[in-house]
C-alpha cells in the first residue's frame, strides 16, 4: 500500500481542533494515519499580504496509507480544506494568507511528479524547518528522492533559521 506524507496546519481558529478534525477526516477518506507527529508551534513563514496580521501556526506531520492515487489524495486534501474553511484568495503566487487549516502532500512513496496540479516531492519543504522538524520525528531516515538524502540530513542543512517549538 503507498505511503503518504502530509503536512497539516493552520493559525486561524481552535487550531488544535482543526488539526483533529483534518486528522480524522484524512483517516476517513484518505487513508489510514500510520504514524504523526508532535504538534509544533512556528512563527509565520514567507511573505504575508498587508491586510494580514498572522498568529503562530500549529503544524503536524502525518503518516498515511493510502489506496488512492496522488491527484486522489491531493483532490480530498483540498477538498477537506473547503469543508474545515479554508478560503483560497486571488493573490500573487509569493504572498501567503492566514489559514484555518492547510493539509500539503510532501511525498507519495519516492514518486517524482512534476504536473500543473502537483508536485512531489514537495518542492519547497527542504527550506522549511516547520515541515522537516515534524517528519523527522517519525522518519529522521527517510530518503529524499531528488536530493538522495536523509530527511534529518536535510534538516541539519535547512536554510530557515525560524524556530519550531513542540507546542504541546
Request: net charge negative.
Amino acid at each position: 500500500m503507498p505511503t503518504l506524507f502530509l503536512l497539516i496546519g493552520g493559525n486561524q481558529g481552535d487550531r488544535e481542533t482543526l488539526l483533529r478534525q483534518a486528522t480524522d477526516l484524512i483517516q476517513q477518506r484518505i487513508g489510514s494515519v500510520a504514524d504523526l507527529s508532535k504538534i509544533y508551534q512556528t512563527a509565520p513563514w514567507g511573505d504575508f499580504s498587508t491586510d494580514d496580521h498572522p498568529q503562530d501556526f500549529l503544524n503536524q506531520a502525518l503518516k498515511v496509507l493510502t489506496n488512492l492515487s496522488p491527484s486522489e489524495c491531493l483532490t480530498e486534501a483540498l477538498t477537506i480544506e473547503n469543508e474545515l474553511g479554508r478560503k483560497r484568495k486571488n493573490q500573487a503566487p509569493t504572498l501567503y494568507s492566514s489559514r484555518p487549516i492547510d493539509i500539503d502532500l510532501i511525498f507519495y512513496d519516492s514518486l517524482i511528479i512534476h504536473s500543473p496540479s502537483l508536485v512531489l516531492p514537495h518542492p519547497r519543504m527542504h527550506l522549511r524547518r516547520f515541515v522537516l522538524t515534524p517528519l523527522c520525528d517519525f522518519a529522521p531516515n527517510y530518503i529524499h528522492p531528488v536530493f538522495n538524502k536523509k530527511l534529518l540530513q536535510l534538516l541539519s542543512e535547512c536554510p530557515d533559521t525560524s524556530s519550531c517549538l513542540p507546542y504541546c
